[in-house]
């Protein structure tokens, strides 16, 4: 993904009082190296935020979604690919694959910063309160 060009906002919802979930498309753009501080892919971080948000975010985590998993902090003024969702949670994801095969994203720069991750989509959104058998987490990655 390049500098000049930042992703597409496909979709805000809100989650929770507090919450909203920001869904990118990956055309470009910027995308975090490491995991924010409170980037919930990191399990020390684990209810954080809303189940809803879990929910609402658990298309970005099926074979060929074209929804990106934004980066919380970023918010849609700056969209930014989340660092947690290209390291546990984007290699099925058809956007992501198309912005590494057109040399657009380099995974190669994206590291954990020694934080332990969460290593699918479904666990994390367990560990957040997701019940297990939740319908919008069962395609999940």
């Known amino acids: 993904m390049n500098r ?3 992703p597409m906002v496909l979709e ?3 989650a929770g009082h507090d919450h909203q979930v920001v869904s990118l498309s990956a055309g470009g753009g910027r995308y975090r190296r490491t995991p924010c501080p409170g ?4 399990v020390e971080n684990a ?5 809803e948000a879990f929910r609402h975010s658990a298309r970005t985590a099926v074979d060929m979604s074209q929804h990106v998993f934004a980066c919380h902090e970023s918010g849609t003024a700056k969209p930014t690919t989340c660092a947690g969702f290209l390291l546990r949670g984007a290699e099925h994801n058809l956007s992501v694959r198309l912005a590494q095969f057109e040399g657009k994203l380099d995974l190669s720069k994206v590291h954990d910063d020694g934080r332990e991750l969460f290593d699918r989509y479904q666990d994390m959104a367990v560990a957040n309160g997701v019940p297990p058998g939740d319908p919008s987490i069962q395609d999940c990655r």
């Open 4 to 6: 000049s060009k930042p």
């Open 47 to 51: 209810g954080t935020f809303p189940p």
């Open 12 to 14: 805000v919802r809100p």
């Open 39 to 42: 980037c919930p892919w990191v």
